[in-house]
């Protein structure tokens, strides 16, 4: 393995600009794939705020793709950070600018997938809960107390990952 990719599915490190006209082009790169994973992410949130969850999973692929090539602008931003600090600081307001908003849609979208997880696993903690509950004998122990239900009575309940 070469010191220039640690992971197979890691592209290799781009080299590091050295020249104005290199560092504009990493920052328009790294503008326009940040614009096209926005878009993506911006239908994502819509369709899962929809509750059009497959539709949402649709867009996986385009967005797996787009966040490879934001990882690897990053790396070769990174490696490059020194020169455009010296040579183009107005590419770097703009890009930490528009990273900020681009991390502000981000959380947006994450706390949407999060919401929509959260209630998704109540309603099967819910169905579950009733489904052991409707198929649990109902009784009472010598005092009165009605009784736990015992293991036998409990059945997992088997959840289709694919929509």
């Known amino acids: 393995m070469t010191p220039q990719s640690r992971n197979p599915q890691e592209s290799p490190l781009l080299p590091p600009v050295s020249t104005p006209a290199d560092a504009r082009k990493l920052a328009d790169d790294m503008l326009d794939i940040m614009n096209a ?3 993506v992410i911006e239908r994502e949130t819509e369709l899962v705020r929809a509750g059009k ?10 967005k797996t793709e787009l966040s490879r090539r934001y990882v690897d602008a990053i790396r070769q931003f990174k490696a490059s950070q020194a020169y455009m600090t010296q040579s183009a600081p107005d590419l770097l307001t703009a890009l930490q600018r528009h990273h900020d908003t681009f991390r502000a849609m981000l959380q947006v979208n994450l706390t949407v997938l999060a919401t929509a997880h959260a209630v998704s696993e109540a309603i099967v903690r819910g169905v579950s809960a ?20 015992s293991r036998q009575h409990m059945s997992p309940i088997a959840v289709s990952r694919s929509l």
């Open 37 to 39: 994973l926005l878009a």
């Open 53 to 62: 969850i497959r539709e949402g999973m649709a867009l996986e692929s385009r």
């Open 130 to 149: 009733e489904a052991q509950r409707s198929a649990t004998p109902q009784t009472y122990t010598a005092s009165g107390q009605r009784s736990a239900p």
